[in-house]
């Protein structure tokens, strides 16, 4: 599914910028934490990615409820779950991390 694709509307303008934000973000703010200047540091850039994945669940979720049947793609749900992997992938990264760090005190 393509953000373009979707029917022209207000409504669908609203939620392709604000999936187009959370989406690029995700890879933008993944990037910066390789570069990051302590465990602390990395941790919180971690955080940063995952609130941007939980953004892009939340308005993914919006815009399967919204759309009418007729428009509806099997990918939407592909695109959901592949976000939930994403999900899962940076929580459990900061969990260890958070968890390997505090054992180090």
């Given at each position: 599914?393509?953000?373009?694709?979707?029917p022209?509307s207000?409504?669908?303008?609203?939620?392709?910028?604000?999936?187009?934000?959370?989406?690029?973000?995700?890879?933008?703010?993944?990037e910066?934490?390789?570069?990051?200047?302590?465990?602390?540091?990395?941790?919180?850039?971690?955080?940063?990615?995952?609130?941007?994945?939980?953004?892009?669940?939340?308005?993914?979720?919006?815009?399967?409820?919204?759309?009418?049947?007729?428009?509806?793609?099997?990918?939407?749900?592909n695109?959901?779950?592949?976000?939930?992997?994403?999900?899962?992938?940076?929580?459990?990264?900061?969990?260890?991390?958070?968890?390997?760090?505090?054992?180090?005190?």
């Amino acid at each position: 599914m393509s953000l373009e694709s979707l029917p022209k509307s207000k409504v669908n303008s609203v939620l392709t910028f604000q999936l187009a934000k959370a989406s690029t973000s995700i890879g933008s703010n993944y990037e910066e934490s390789q570069a990051a200047e302590s465990g602390k540091d990395f941790i919180h850039k971690i955080g940063v990615v995952l609130k941007e994945a939980r953004a892009g669940n939340y308005w993914l979720g919006v815009l399967d409820a919204i759309l009418e049947d007729s428009f509806k793609y099997e990918k939407c749900e592909n695109i959901l779950s592949e976000n939930f992997k994403f999900k899962k992938i940076f929580s459990s990264i900061k969990l260890t991390l958070q968890q390997n760090l505090s054992q180090k005190k």
